[in-house]
């Protein structure tokens, strides 16, 4: 079976909303104990997605937010 990783990222807003993110993996356990500082956060548009969305298709969305958001910031 073919594995993907993945992270799960938990944002927690000043008036107790929470919202969590599935994605790639950005920092490993031990580069979030050395040097794995949050820099910016940017938020997509909501996106409507069919809910029978596999894994490689979702993967695919996230892989062309990352592209958009390194073209963004070069």
Same mark, same amino acid.
């Given at each position: 079976?073919?594995?993907?990783? /993945? !992270?799960?990222?938990?944002? %927690?807003?000043? &008036? %107790?909303? !929470? %919202?969590?993110?599935?994605?790639? $993996?950005?920092?490993?356990? !031990?580069?979030?104990?050395? &040097? %794995?500082?949050?820099? +910016? =956060?940017?938020?997509?548009? =909501?996106?409507?997605? $069919? ?6 298709? /979702? ?11 390194? +073209?963004?910031? !070069?």
């Amino acid at each position: 079976m073919k594995t993907l990783e /993945l !992270q799960l990222i938990t944002v %927690g807003l000043d &008036d %107790g909303q !929470q %919202g969590i993110f599935v994605g790639l $993996p950005l920092l490993t356990k !031990q580069q979030a104990e050395t &040097d %794995g500082a949050v820099e +910016n =956060i940017w938020f997509s548009d =909501i996106k409507q997605v $069919p809910d029978s969305l596999t894994m490689d298709e /979702l993967m695919e969305i996230v892989r062309k937010q990352m592209y958009e958001c390194m +073209n963004t910031v !070069q």
